[in-house]
């Protein structure tokens, strides 16, 4: 069965930062895409960064040169570097993995992590 779990969210500062984890179990299948989400209160959910099998990289406008995605191959975790964070960037961030599966690819999403940034 595959797995995902995330953590290091919290409360920050406007200004501070935080890292994000997400690391994924996924058995016997092959970890395609990981990739960063996040939904405001009211808010549809929406895409923050994503990495893909073959390292290609794409951001939301709203958090390029302040967030930073990558991927550890070896261990199946992807990581959200998140600097110069703002009250706008309050939210559930979820990752999502995308596995291969032998009738195609499959999108596996984590529970969440709550990101607060206030003063």
């Known amino acids: 069965q595959v797995q995902v779990v995330e953590s290091g969210g919290g409360l920050v500062q406007p200004g501070g930062s935080l890292r994000l984890s997400c690391a994924a179990s996924?058995?016997?299948?092959?970890?395609?895409?990981m990739g960063w989400f996040r939904q405001a209160p009211g808010k549809q959910r929406e895409l923050v960064a994503i990495?893909?099998?073959?390292?290609?990289?794409s951001y939301a406008d709203s958090v390029k040169g302040r967030f930073t995605i990558s991927r550890d191959n070896a261990k199946n975790t992807a990581y959200l570097q998140m600097n110069s964070l703002n009250p706008e960037d309050t939210a559930v961030y979820y990752c999502?993995?995308?596995?291969?599966?032998?009738?195609?690819?499959?999108?596996?999403w984590g529970q969440g992590t709550q990101v607060t940034v206030s003063s």
């Open positions: 990495i893909t099998g073959s390292g290609d990289i």
């Open positions: 999502k993995v995308v596995v291969l599966r032998s009738y195609g690819q499959t999108d596996y």
């Open positions: 996924t058995g016997l299948f092959r970890l395609v895409g």
